[in-house]
């Protein structure tokens, strides 16, 4: 088992689609076809199929196979910098705090993008809560962001690179009206209990929420808290509430919540790639190349 094929398929496990998938891992389509279809015949069943209204979902096996491969990269890349450290590999530390809830999923192509452009460099990643990425960017304790950037007055004097644009879903438990509904207005969300991000962990997050509805002219009747995605999504089956996630989290979350477009239009979520311009003489190397790639 080879692990090129292990990190296309966590890739095309987090994005379903080939064209996409095969974009960010820097190959053509039809070699990660080959490859998914090499894994698939050595791992003796289907890892993909579409469900019934066509869409490409995991399967079951292959949703136990995804938890698997997630933890053989992990260690794989840890192994791999160990013996280059051993070897004496002239190799460059970069320092990667990204925020847990909203770049989680662009790991493992920032990853390969480093991998593949620029093999010197050493990344360490940290999952930190939104201020907290501007915090730890202006007392250096990290090198680059990644996470969305929702007051860009925060960011004024730093580079940034969008890597990813999402859009906002409602989500809802599965046997909530909503779910049998086609879209859902700003209106309809805010006669429910609306769960937000919380204001004292999440300060930006929650503003930036919280105005989605002030500026359509909607008040919400009645709203609680939230301090992670798979804490929110344990709130809604159990039937406290509704919200809004990133349309990106529906094929982790979808077998648990219904997922819902919202009929009123939102601002886009842009994931960026922040960092101060001194960085880039801090730290030779291409990692630069390597983000610039993930923006084409």
């Not at 960010?24 to 698939?40: N, P, Q, R, V, Y």
């Not at 620029?118 to 940290?126: D, F, K, L, Q, R």
């Amino acid at each position: 088992m080879e692990i090129k094929h292990i990190v296309e398929f966590i890739v095309l496990a987090d994005k379903l689609d080939y064209e996409l998938a095969a974009k960010k891992m820097f190959i053509t389509e039809s070699e990660l076809c080959e490859d998914i279809t090499s894994l698939e015949e050595e791992l003796g069943t289907t890892l993909f199929m579409n469900n019934a209204r066509g869409e490409m979902v995991l399967t079951e096996l292959g949703s136990i196979f995804l938890k698997g491969a997630t933890a053989i990269e992990n260690k794989y890349g840890q192994t791999m910098s160990a013996i280059n450290h051993a070897k004496g590999k002239p190799q460059r530390t970069l320092r990667v705090g990204y925020r847990y809830d909203a770049a989680r999923d662009e790991m493992p192509y920032i990853t390969r993008a480093l991998n593949t452009l620029a093999p010197t460099i050493h990344p360490v990643y940290t999952p930190l809560e939104h201020m907290e990425l501007r915090e730890r960017l202006e007392n250096k304790t990290i090198d680059v962001a990644i996470g969305i950037v929702v007051e860009e007055r925060l960011y004024d004097g730093y580079k940034t690179v969008a890597i990813d644009h999402d859009v906002y879903e409602v989500v809802a438990p599965l046997d909530h009206p909503f779910a049998q509904m086609e879209s859902v207005t700003l209106e309809q969300i805010a006669a429910e209990n609306v769960i937000i991000p919380n204001p004292k962990t999440m300060a930006s997050m929650n503003m930036f929420f919280t105005n989605i509805f002030k500026d359509a002219g909607v008040d919400m009747i009645q709203s609680s808290y939230y301090d992670d995605v798979p804490g929110l999504v344990l709130q809604i089956e159990e039937g406290e509430g509704v919200s809004m996630v990133l349309s990106q989290r529906r094929s982790h979350y979808e077998d648990r919540v219904a997922f819902i477009p919202i009929a009123d239009p939102l601002p886009q979520a842009t994931v960026n790639l922040i960092w101060a311009e001194e960085t880039e003489e801090r730290i030779p190397g291409d990692w630069l190349k390597a983000f610039e790639a993930m923006a084409e």
